[in-house]
């Protein structure tokens, strides 16, 4: 019973961490959306090692080109390679040569200046093996004599991959299945229900037509966009600033424009309903 409580209880906490993917890596380094303070870019990198994914620069490296070829084959997980190559199969094979073109004419001056991402690039596996596996280990053992092989196995390894899985169904699942209010022209898709499970980053559609807006999504609050309500709240304690937002007008112009009229099914959930 407690091995189950246990399980359970690593589905709010995997989502926690995953904040450093979505607030972090994704809307803070990879596209600038909004400014943090050194404090909160820390607290995110430890968020973001707990996951074990890449370093942040790998990770903005491979997001950027992914905006900026999207779906084609320069984008490192592409769609049109298949729904297994976009969702895990891009991490076990060799990157094709277009991809590598592409990196060479990145420019990631901003993370090259930034000293957080120094730290965990020249660190990273030490780095993240303490945060991703000793960390989640040690604490349940240490507080409340959890069975250290329980903890390993529920919070250290399924939790990181729960959130491996998130992240990467970014890739298959958000290019493939789903509504397209604001582009019917790009493979990225806006879906409620995995909106709810990817802490907001399920309107991928929106996110692809404003990529530099923190929100992600026209639609917020916690239970549909969790990642802006944490950068919210970053905010009223003056931790995070600069954010960038589209205006509703020029959102509504680009759904009536080039969306497939979907938009008109989330209207409620805009208005905050
Ligand atoms: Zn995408
Ligand atoms: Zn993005």
């Known amino acids: 019973?407690?091995?189950?409580?246990?399980?359970?209880?690593?589905?709010?906490?995997?989502?926690?961490?995953?904040?450093?993917?979505?607030?972090?890596?994704?809307?803070?380094?990879?596209?600038?959306?909004?400014?943090?303070?050194?404090?909160?870019?820390?607290?995110?990198?430890?968020?973001?090692?707990?996951?074990?994914?890449?370093?942040?620069?790998?990770?903005?490296?491979?997001?950027?080109?992914?905006?900026?070829?999207?779906?084609?084959?320069?984008?490192?997980?592409?769609?049109?390679?298949?729904?297994?190559?976009?969702?895990?199969?891009?991490?076990?094979?060799?990157?094709?040569?277009?991809?590598?073109?592409?990196?060479?004419?990145?420019?990631?001056?901003?993370?090259?200046?930034?000293?957080?991402?120094?730290?965990?690039?020249?660190?990273?596996?030490?780095?993240?093996?303490?945060?991703?596996?000793?960390?989640?280990?040690?604490?349940?053992?240490?507080?409340?004599?959890?069975?250290?092989?329980?903890?390993?196995?529920?919070v250290a390894v399924a939790r990181q991959g729960l959130i491996l899985h998130y992240a990467w169904s970014v890739n298959s699942i958000a290019h493939r299945y789903g509504n397209k209010p604001y582009d019917r022209n790009i493979c990225p898709t806006d879906d409620k229900i995995y909106a709810i499970l990817a802490l907001g980053e399920g309107w991928h559609n929106y996110h692809h037509a404003f990529p530099w807006d923190y929100r992600s999504s026209e639609i917020g609050g916690f239970k549909y966009n969790m990642t802006t309500s944490f950068i919210d709240l970053m905010g009223k304690i003056g931790w995070a600033s600069h954010f960038k937002m589209a205006t509703t007008e020029a959102v509504k112009k680009r759904a009536e424009s080039k969306g497939d009229g979907s938009r008109i099914q989330y209207v409620g959930l805009i208005n905050g309903s």
């Open 1 to 154: 019973m407690r091995e189950l409580l246990n399980c359970v209880d690593v589905y709010p906490f995997g989502q926690f961490c995953a904040l450093g993917v979505t607030a972090g890596a994704h809307r803070l380094w990879s596209h600038r959306s909004y400014k943090a303070n050194l404090p909160l870019r820390i607290f995110l990198s430890i968020l973001f090692a707990s996951c074990k994914q890449h370093d942040i620069y790998e990770w903005v490296r491979d997001h950027r080109v992914h905006h900026k070829y999207s779906d084609t084959y320069a984008d490192p997980h592409s769609i049109k390679r298949g729904f297994f190559f976009s969702h895990i199969g891009w991490m076990v094979t060799k990157k094709p040569k277009e991809v590598h073109t592409k990196f060479e004419k990145l420019d990631l001056s901003d993370l090259e200046n930034d000293p957080v991402v120094r730290f965990q690039k020249k660190y990273f596996n030490i780095w993240s093996t303490f945060w991703c596996y000793i960390v989640p280990t040690f604490i349940p053992w240490y507080f409340w004599n959890e069975d250290p092989w329980i903890s390993f196995c529920a």
